[in-house]
Structure formats: structure tokens, C-alpha cells
């Protein structure tokens, strides 16, 4: 399969300061994208900006709450007065808190289902009528293997990313007949240091969703990759 050229188009990825949001960055502003990196972390957005110079195409720190959504509809708004279009949303911001679900917080479960489904809606919401105004575009979500089995412990994040792929299924229908692209990767465990707890040294690496996300956005015009589950090879245990 050929792929597309990057170059000319605009991306906007979020929970982009760290991890896979981060390394789909820089692979695409390697590829020529313009790139509005949006996250919390300024710090960390102006350092993933500083590292990206000298690329061939661009990444601008974009300082966003995903939750918040006059901030969310304001962002949407500037790249589009920016750059006159808006190609690629990757929906990356994610977080999670595992426990049982009785011994889960209030606060826990808000923030999962804020971050992980209500920022996926804000983002979608406002790209969305640029989309379909240009009559093409692609939204990619980052969903999660426990997206597709569950676990003990994992009550919250899964039911964020159950509903995920539900809001993903849902939105492909509602946007084919405009020409947009709708996709979503699954990934399994990353080399990240995601809920507080130390990546395994076989886990996937950032840069490998990256890759995936890249030949999701970069795919002839005429394909569509849906959906793609990765996991990790985990290594058997010696005996």
C-alpha cells in the first residue's frame, strides 16, 4: 500500500506532552505535518516543540484542557483562522484509576469519564462541521485493548473505553456519507507510566502506536483502517 503525503496538512493531537501523543507528534511533523499539540503541560508542550525544530513540517504548542469546552471550541477555532483547515484529530488524552469499582472515588470516576469520553466529544464536536464543510478529513481515537475485554480492577477505564469504541462505531456511520475518516487503535500495555505504575520492559513502545496512527492518516484515499488491536509480545516466563 502507498501511502499519502503528510506535508500541507493540519493535525491536531491531544494529551500530546508525553507517551504515544507525543511520539505521533513528532512522526508527523517528520512527515510534514502542521501539528497543534494540545495538552495541560506547558512546559513539556514547549519542550515537544523545541525538539521538533529542524523537522519537516511543524508542531505548535496548543495549551488545552480537553474537558473544558470553550476551550476546546476556542482552539478549534484558531487553527482553523490559523490555517484555513483542519485535516486530522487524534483523540490520544487518556487517563486512568484502577481499583474495584467500590473501593473507586467519586473524583477517580469523574476524571475518567471527563478525560477519556466528555474531552473525545468536546474535540469531535467542534472538528467535526469543519469536516464535513471540506468534505474529507480523518478522526483517529485512541482506544484501548481494554476496550475490548475487560479485567478486575479496571472497571472505570474500561467502561471509558467501551464507550469509546461505541462513540467510534457510531460516529463512522454518522460521517461516511461526508467523506470523513473515522478509525481507532487499541493498543495493549505501552513503555509509559501510565496509571502511576512502571512500564514492562516488553511493553509497546509510544513510537509503535505512532506508526500505526501515521499509516491510519496516510492511507490511500480510497482505504480505510478502521480498527486495529496491538499488543505487546509478552515474553514466556522461563522455567
Known sequence: MEFQSLQNRIALITGAS?????????????????????ARSTDLLDELVQEAAGLEGQIIAAPCDVTNGAAVEQLIQRITDEKGQIDILINNAGLGHFGAIHELTEAQWDEMMNVNLKGVFLCTKYVTPHLIKQKRGHIINISSVAGTVTFPGGGGY??????LMAFTDILTQELKSHNVK???????????????TDPKDYALHPKDVAQIAYQMAAAPEHVILNQVIMRPVVPQTKL
Open 18 to 38: 508525553k507517551g504515544a501523543g507525543r511520539a505521533m507528534c513528532l512522526l508527523f511533523a517528520e512527515e510534514g505535518a502542521t501539528v497543534y499539540a494540545a
Open 182 to 196: 473515522v478509525s481507532v487503535i487499541c493498543p495493549g500495555s505501552i513503555q509509559t507510566y501510565f496509571g502511576g
Open 158 to 163: 474500561c467502561t471509558t473505553k467501551f464507550g
